[in-house]
């Protein structure tokens, strides 16, 4: 059992989520700029799922990384490699067979994920302004403006706010979830394989309108795809996976290239689409 370090009211709270100590709230000890540039921190994460047939299915191993506040961080893998499980782990989904993540000055409830299928997201039920508008705490005026606002920046039109979900395309249904993530002031947004299914050009309209908004909303960006060009493109670092491991890490990924060899053979597919 991890004992809980005494608690100091200048140093910033943690949350492991680790086997018997989920929940928990801790206080580490850190330096200012330790604080300043680390949010969440993944120690030593694996998982295994139980399967009838052929025994346990070893889904992470030992995966380690650090996250530091309004960055863009791409994680590429084919299917299988591990990274929507680490993912949902992250974000309190599931539960890690073993490690632990400490979260700093970050809270489950500050990480908004926006998944592949955006019409599932969406009550059928109800018109698009409903959904919005259960987001926000009061019908104040300036509320209802940031609503336009962010319509605007995604080129949605607002007519598609008296519309139901099954009356929109499924490229505005991904660009009103992402709308509605952001009302919801999240320092963290999770873009799990979210642009997989739009043509090149909404990827970018999407991408650089979220860049821009980057700015307003102070929110870090951690965007899982097997399109490894898409995220060379627009991300400062970029995780490799396979097999539920990392197999590499790079920055700059405009300026440098994959070493591993799972990593260059996807550098081939980059270097394609460049031409």
């Given at each position: 059992m991890?004992?809980?370090?005494?608690?100091?009211?200048?140093?910033?709270?943690?949350?492991f989520?680790?086997?018997?100590n989920?929940?928990k709230?801790?206080?580490?000890?850190?330096?200012?700029?330790?604080?300043?540039?680390i949010?969440?921190?993944?120690?030593?994460?694996?998982?295994q799922?139980?399967?009838k047939?052929?025994g346990?299915?070893?889904?992470?191993n030992?995966?380690?990384?650090?996250?530091?506040?309004e960055?863009?961080?791409?994680?590429?893998?084919?299917?299988?490699?591990?990274?929507s499980?680490?993912?949902?782990i992250?974000a309190g989904?599931e539960q890690?067979s073993?490690?632990?993540?400490i979260?700093?000055?970050i809270?489950?409830?500050e990480?908004?994920?926006?998944?592949?299928?955006?019409?599932?997201?969406?009550?059928?039920?109800h018109?698009?302004?409903?959904?919005?508008?259960?987001?926000?705490?009061?019908?104040k005026?300036s509320?209802r403006?940031e609503?336009?606002?962010?319509?605007?920046?995604f080129?949605?039109?607002?007519?598609l706010l008296k519309r139901?979900?099954?009356?929109?395309?499924?490229?505005e249904?991904q660009?009103?979830?992402i709308?509605?993530?952001l009302l919801?002031?999240p320092k963290?947004?999770?873009?799990?394989?979210?642009?997989?299914?739009?043509d090149?050009?909404?990827?970018?309209?999407i991408?650089?309108?979220?860049k821009?908004?980057?700015?307003q909303?102070?929110?870090?960006?951690?965007?899982i795809s097997?399109?490894?060009?898409f995220?060379?493109?627009?991300c400062?670092?970029?995780?490799l996976m396979?097999?539920?491991?990392?197999?590499?890490?790079?920055t700059?990924?405009?300026?440098n290239?994959f070493?591993?060899a799972?990593?260059?053979?996807?550098?081939?597919?980059?270097?394609?689409?460049?031409i």
């Amino acid at each position: 059992m991890k004992k809980t370090v005494t608690i100091n009211p200048t140093l910033r709270f943690s949350r492991f989520a680790q086997n018997d100590n989920v929940g928990k709230v801790l206080y580490t000890k850190m330096t200012v700029l330790e604080k300043d540039r680390i949010m969440i921190e993944c120690k030593h994460i694996s998982k295994q799922f139980k399967a009838k047939t052929k025994g346990d299915v070893l889904a992470l191993n030992d995966v380690n990384f650090t996250l530091e506040p309004e960055t863009i961080i791409g994680i590429a893998g084919n299917s299988g490699s591990g990274k929507s499980t680490l993912v949902k782990i992250l974000a309190g989904l599931e539960q890690a067979s073993s490690g632990k993540i400490i979260y700093h000055d970050i809270k489950l409830n500050e990480m908004q994920l926006i998944f592949q299928h955006p019409i599932a997201a969406l009550n059928p039920k109800h018109k698009i302004e409903y959904s919005l508008m259960q987001v926000i705490k009061n019908n104040k005026k300036s509320e209802r403006a940031e609503i336009s606002q962010l319509f605007a920046a995604f080129s949605l039109a607002e007519k598609l706010l008296k519309r139901y979900p099954h009356q929109i395309s499924g490229g505005e249904a991904q660009r009103i979830c992402i709308v509605r993530a952001l009302l919801n002031k999240p320092k963290l947004l999770i873009l799990d394989e979210a642009a997989s299914m739009l043509d090149a050009l909404s990827k970018d309209l999407i991408l650089t309108a979220l860049k821009k908004l980057k700015k307003q909303y102070h929110y870090g960006m951690l965007m899982i795809s097997h399109d490894i060009a898409f995220l060379n493109k627009h991300c400062q670092a970029i995780i490799l996976m396979s097999n539920g491991e990392i197999v590499e890490t790079i920055t700059s990924p405009q300026e440098n290239r994959f070493q591993s060899a799972l990593g260059k053979e996807m550098q081939e597919n980059i270097d394609f689409f460049s031409i």
